[in-house]
């Protein structure tokens, strides 16, 4: 036997790839658009009908492909060419979203669909999101009634979690804001998403994508101010969503204060420059003392870069909010003000782990600064505190609690005796 191994035989002659060749489908919409067409005439008014006959076609139509003109069918009743007008290759259906009812249960029922259409075909949720954001670019080719439907449908269907409200942005385009569609469709979607969820729910959506501080937008840049804005969502019977802007506005006013005042303490601006403009922006923004000695604490806080080591930390602090104290005391002139500034302080010293042991001493340089009143640490300490590192600061300042009671009790006897 030889050891030789048998050589493999091998191919000659020239290789053929059997491969398919990578050719496009042609984009054909419309037979896809008479299929569906077909469909909800045979299915009527029954939008459980519709949904079972959708739900079907997915399986056979190219849902994947054609899912703009599905969209376009079930909202208008054919493909829409740019603008809004229908597409005149195909006789429209009459059994779509703008001709139903015009009532909040109906509009309820159409999002129903759509909310099952795309659970179950799951792909479909961004095409969706963006048929949205394109309807709304052509609200100007739609008819009043027909722009009155597709808010409601949309309020629904952003409360049921369907859509998120990036799509909003298609609102602040230049034209429609100018002739006031987008404000007017803005109303009904409001509504109708509160007819559904709660403000709570609403604002955590627009938050969620950076939509909370552009509502303002809606408006032309000659109205955008937060008067306008309030009182044209008021007078359209959404207070909720005028309080919500308008808290919004406050907020930012507030940051962009705190920014500032922080530049001006890196500047080394006098105090009574700091203490006019602060003074100023409380009166021109409605801001209550409470809230401006928050965050008046905040800025002085941070305007230094603090030490890492905490027996280095409390020496700094207190440096800083002696040379601070005359702004701290010009915004605690009332009661309540000055019982707010300790919470703060209560709040940082316990976020900042390094400040732990430094809450005593810091009190006690206010109250010789006279920042600080005696009777609003008397009531921090038996009722006024939070739960933060309540047992460590009530132990810190024990000490000063009796110090202070029996200087008050002492001076109490000693206007008796004046009597």
Known sequence: MSNQRQQKPTLTGQRFKTRKRDEKERFDPSQFQESIIQGLNQTGTDLEAVAKFLDASGAKLDYRRYAETLFDILVAGGMLAPGGTLSEDVTPTEFCLFKAQEDIETMQAYAQVFNKLIRRYKYLEKGFEEEIKKLLLFLKGFTESERNKLAMLTGILLANGNLSASILSSLFNENLVKEGVSACFAVKLFKSWLSEKDISSVATSLRKVGMDNRLME?????????????????????????????????????????????????????????????????????????????????????????????????????????????????????????????????????????????????????YKADVLSEEAILKWYNEGHVTKGKSVFLEQMKKFVEWLKNAEEESESEEEEAD
Not at 232 to 240: C, R, S
Not at 305 to 316: A, C, F, S
């Open 218 to 366: 809606l408006f032309p840049a000659n109205k955008r101010s937060c008067e306008h804005f309030s009182k044209y969502f008021t007078d359209a019977g959404l207070k909720e969503i005028s309080d919500f802007a308008r808290n919004q506005q406050s907020i930012g006013a507030r940051k962009e204060l705190q920014k500032e005042l922080q530049e001006q303490m890196a500047r080394g601006d006098p105090l009574k420059d700091i203490i006019a403009y602060v003074r100023e922006e409380m009166k021109k923004n409605n801001i209550s003392e409470q809230t401006m000695i928050g965050l008046i604490w905040l800025s002085v806080m941070s305007s230094v870069e603090w030490n890492k080591k905490e027996e280095l930390v409390t020496e700094q602090a207190i440096k800083l909010l002696k040379q601070y104290s005359p702004l701290l005391k010009a915004f605690t002139s009332q009661g309540l003000s000055e019982l707010t500034l300790l919470l703060k302080i209560q709040e940082y010293c316990y976020d900042n782990i390094h400040f732990m042991k430094a809450f005593q001493k810091i009190v006690v340089l206010l």
